[in-house]
């Protein structure tokens, strides 16, 4: 019996002694988590701080690049294009028929605004009317018959060089009124397959003389208009372009003998 009780008090003996050891990794695993935990929160703390370090930084950047902008007048990216640094290009004045004749001044104007906003701008757009024939009979209905073009330039060293233009043939109305004069209406050639019925029709007996008009003579009247605005504004051009010809240089100006007066 006493031996019994012996083994017993060994046995709870070797039990206090396991328990007592496995509070102690109890305790060594609860230390062990609360020590995870903390790093885990310095790390977070620290992941926190960077981010509103970065942050700051980026928005100071952003800061002095709004700064710059500012300063500049246009968003600064790095180093300005050769492009930007060699810009020399000034603009150009916008075209104004420079003759006495109120006549013209209006049938220029309605033709910048009227067949001008069929291209892209450029640095200046120059009407050029090659008239084929004028019936001022009744001034109510002036009718001015020709081949009505338009072209924009960009101006390159003391060149004008055509960026876009078209031609509108055809006759413009032009009524005579106690202020000057006023456009009432444009009646235009067909294109494609209706180019020569409409012709016929629109031209009537000037018909011939719009199919057989001569080409040369209309480019002189093209360079004269263009030398007499160059010469109106005191510009330093000296010749125009078109795309894939070579130069045509311009004439002395006429703006006084250019048309016949017709306000009389």
Known sequence: MRGY??????????????????????????????????????????????????????????SEAISKENDSGHAVSGEASSKEKNNTKSALPAYEYPGPELYYTVLYDYMAKELGQYFDAADVGIPCPVIIYEDESNKEDIRVYGDFQFYNYSLDGDTLKTESGGSFPGCIHIKSTDSGYEVTGFDRVEDGSGFTPSAKKIFGSHYDAYISRDEKEAEK????????????????????????????????????????????
């Open 221 to 264: 009247t093209r360079a004269q208009i263009i030398a007499n605005y160059v010469a109106a504004n005191g510009l330093g051009i000296t010749q125009y372009q078109d795309y894939g010809w070579d130069p045509v240089k311009l004439p002395e100006e006429n703006i006084d003998s250019f048309y016949s007066n017709l306000d009389g």
């Open 5 to 62: 009780r012996y083994i017993a008090a060994v046995l709870m003996a070797a039990g206090a002694v396991v328990l007592m050891n496995g509070c102690g990794s109890a305790k060594k695993a609860s230390d062990g988590a609360s020590s995870v935990s903390t790093a885990e929160n310095r790390m977070e703390e620290s992941s926190s701080a960077a981010k509103e370090e970065s942050i700051d930084t980026e928005e100071t950047k952003a």
